[in-house]
């Protein structure tokens, strides 16, 4: 049930925005196609606040999305779903002779209906941004362009694919306006489809204007001095700071997103896993260099310099899973185990634990790891790819036994993931849980 809740307060939301709308289609004399053609734009508008909702990051989204993580999947998918929606608001809005827009315009206290937009010619830049038909068609084409552009340059690097994200505000604005300029129905009316809908927009708006210009300079409360910087594996290295006021409580397995302000050593905030549990006000990352951010904040970052916080975030946590667990850990995914193994792993436990890396050269905190014995409840199974290959069911089974049911908990590439999941369904082990995080956030 947990899995699903952010997917089921979704769907709900979208069935209250049809619930509130039946009875103003009731009311209403306007062609059919009409009517659905605007209920059509509702769950669109609707669709659009959760995108920018979850953008903002807000604790909520942790808790309803089982982990900040996994909402970004949602986020992604939400965005199809409202291009299909606002594509099919635009074809059905067509059918049945229903082209001309109404609107309504303020008089006085109240509102009334006209046809005056949807009449003029757009010949002026003023006249184009109080139409509602044509901002209507600046949104519809706008956010498709946008979209589809996101969607092929998904590998573009993470900080400026972000900044360039900031700019699917102006269709959203465009459709905003073209809700207000052009519903048939009345926008401010006390019916509840109209207050639903305006608490909907406000929603919207507020999470927009907060992930684009507020949460950078709010969110990172937490400020640590950088106390240590050292090597940890090839290209891999680890931050290690001290609180300089607040201390940002967290547990074992979550991450945070981190930044350095400081002048020409500025880095763009980046989610990592911290990689120690939690100590008497320190917090440490394991980073490994993959792109030009890292590599610059590896050659600038110094002993003394501050970085700046903002979190935890995730629901990664053993503890909340069934007592028999697998871990697999795949290079830099090592991280969130090691904070595990620093917690106390309760003695009714039964966990077997595969850290796969191409060298030692490659490993992080590989030598740590041979220093642990292994205990009644925790076993620990290094797998040098270069002299064992590649980790594979082969290898899980020769410590798991394939008839006892377990849950996994992983952090490493995604094709490594997806091949031991395949393969585990395939050779039918009873795995009840397959947790891993998705550091996608696009």
């Not at 949807?118 to 830049?125: H, N, Y």
């Not at 519809?140 to 362009?145: G, I, K, N, R």
């Not at 909907?200 to 684009?212: D, E, H």
Request: proline letters at 3%; hydrophobic letters at 40%; one cysteine or more.
């Amino acid at each position: 049930m947990k899995k699903y809740r952010g997917l089921i307060l979704i769907i709900l939301t979208f069935v209250f925005t049809y619930i509130f709308w039946i009875p103003e289609q009731q009311a209403s004399a306007m062609a059919s196609n009409r009517q659905y053609s605007q209920l059509i734009a509702s769950i669109a508008l609707v669709a659009f606040a959760w995108i920018n909702y979850i953008s903002s990051r807000h604790k909520l989204i942790d808790r309803i999305f089982d982990g900040l993580d996994k909402s970004y999947a949602y986020h992604k998918y939400l965005s199809i779903i409202s291009i299909l929606l606002i594509w099919a608001h635009n074809f059905t809005l067509k059918t049945g002779g229903g082209g001309r827009l109404e609107g309504f315009i303020p008089v006085g206290e109240g509102f009334k209906r006209t046809n005056e937009f949807a009449g003029q010619g757009g010949s002026s830049l003023l006249h184009m941004f109080t139409n509602g038909k044509q901002l209507g068609t600046l949104s519809l084409y706008t956010f498709t362009a946008f979209t589809l552009f996101f969607l092929i340059a998904y590998k573009l690097e993470y900080e400026k694919w972000k900044i360039l994200h900031k700019l699917m505000i102006i269709p959203y604005a465009f459709g905003v306006a073209h809700y207000y300029l052009s519903s048939s129905y009345p926008v401010f009316d006390l019916s509840a489809f109209s207050i639903w809908m305006n608490i909907i927009n406000v929603i919207g708006i507020l999470s927009a204007i907060y992930s684009i210009c507020i949460y950078e300079f709010t969110a990172f409360k937490y400020r640590y001095k950088v106390s240590k910087i050292r090597e940890i594996a090839k290209n891999t290295f680890e931050v290690t700071g001290i609180s300089s006021g607040r201390v940002m409580d967290y547990t074992a397995g979550q991450f945070a997103f981190m930044k350095v302000v400081e002048g020409k050593k500025a880095f763009p905030s980046h989610p990592f896993t911290m990689s120690q549990a939690q100590n008497n006000g320190e917090i440490q990352f394991g980073i490994k260099v993959l792109g030009d951010h890292t590599s610059k904040l590896k050659d600038n970052l110094k002993v003394g310099d501050t970085i700046a916080v903002s979190g935890p975030y995730g629901r990664f946590n053993y503890r909340m899973a069934e007592k028999r667990q697998v871990w697999i850990a795949g290079g830099i995914g090592i991280t969130p185990f090691r904070s595990f193994l620093q917690s106390d792993i309760p003695s009714d436990y039964n966990i077997d634990f595969f850290y796969a890396y191409n060298n030692e050269q490659d490993a992080p905190y590989v030598d740590e790891l041979k220093g642990i014995k292994d205990r009644k409840n925790l076993r620990i199974h290094l797998m040098d790819s270069s002299k064992s290959g590649f980790l594979g069911v082969e290898h899980i089974g020769e410590y798991v036994n394939k008839d006892e049911q377990f849950e996994v908990f992983f952090c490493g590439p995604k094709p490594m993931r997806d091949k031991l999941k395949k393969e585990l369904k395939k050779e039918n082990y009873k795995v009840k849980e397959f947790h891993h995080e998705q550091f996608q956030f696009k």
